[in-house]
């Protein structure tokens, strides 16, 4: 299985482990990657000042997730979450996301997952807002 390389994402977020991230192998838990994908992202959204998790009119429901584990990482390694868009529907996301350990150039693991973004009140489907849209076809790849 090929792995992606920094080059196939077009923003990144640096993430630190921490002690808890090791399991009773020695290595990050399973569990710790999609934590890290949220992480990313969703830091990345709120930087970007287009996801307000307080008082937004809009929130990102996640639908789909998946992961693929390419090598080890552990504590205390540093963590550069590559992100790109895969596709961009009227009220859809796939977020394309590698972790990267420390400088290494290959993705020791890469996921993705499904945002549908929905009204924060009533929970239902509604079109991107377009300061969201804006900023997410920034990074489409």
């Given at each position: 299985?090929?792995?992606?390389?920094?080059?196939?994402?077009r923003?990144?977020?640096?993430?630190?482990?921490?002690?808890?991230?090791?399991?009773a192998?020695?290595?990050?838990?399973?569990?710790?990657?999609?934590?890290?994908?949220?992480?990313?992202?969703?830091?990345?959204?709120?930087?970007?000042?287009?996801?307000?998790?307080?008082?937004?009119?809009q929130?990102?429901?996640?639908?789909?997730t998946?992961?693929?584990y390419?090598?080890?990482?552990?504590?205390?390694?540093t963590?550069?979450?590559?992100?790109?868009?895969?596709?961009l529907?009227?009220?859809?996301?796939?977020?394309?996301?590698?972790?990267?350990?420390?400088?290494?150039?290959?993705?020791?693991?890469?996921?993705?997952?499904?945002?549908?973004y929905?009204?924060?009140?009533?929970?239902?489907?509604a079109?991107?807002?377009?300061?969201?849209?804006?900023?997410?076809?920034?990074?489409?790849?």
């Amino acid at each position: 299985m090929t792995r992606s390389t920094r080059a196939d994402y077009r923003t990144f977020r640096t993430i630190t482990t921490r002690w808890m991230d090791n399991d009773a192998y020695g290595h990050m838990n399973n569990v710790v990657h999609y934590s890290l994908f949220d992480t990313a992202v969703n830091g990345w959204l709120i930087e970007s000042g287009v996801l307000d998790i307080h008082k937004g009119a809009q929130i990102g429901l996640v639908v789909e997730t998946g992961c693929k584990y390419f090598a080890e990482m552990a504590f205390p390694d540093t963590i550069h979450a590559g992100i790109r868009v895969a596709r961009l529907g009227t009220s859809s996301v796939r977020y394309e996301i590698g972790l990267f350990r420390n400088d290494e150039s290959e993705a020791a693991a890469e996921g993705f997952f499904v945002h549908v973004y929905v009204d924060a009140a009533t929970r239902r489907p509604a079109p991107l807002a377009p300061a969201l849209r804006a900023k997410l076809e920034r990074i489409v790849s």
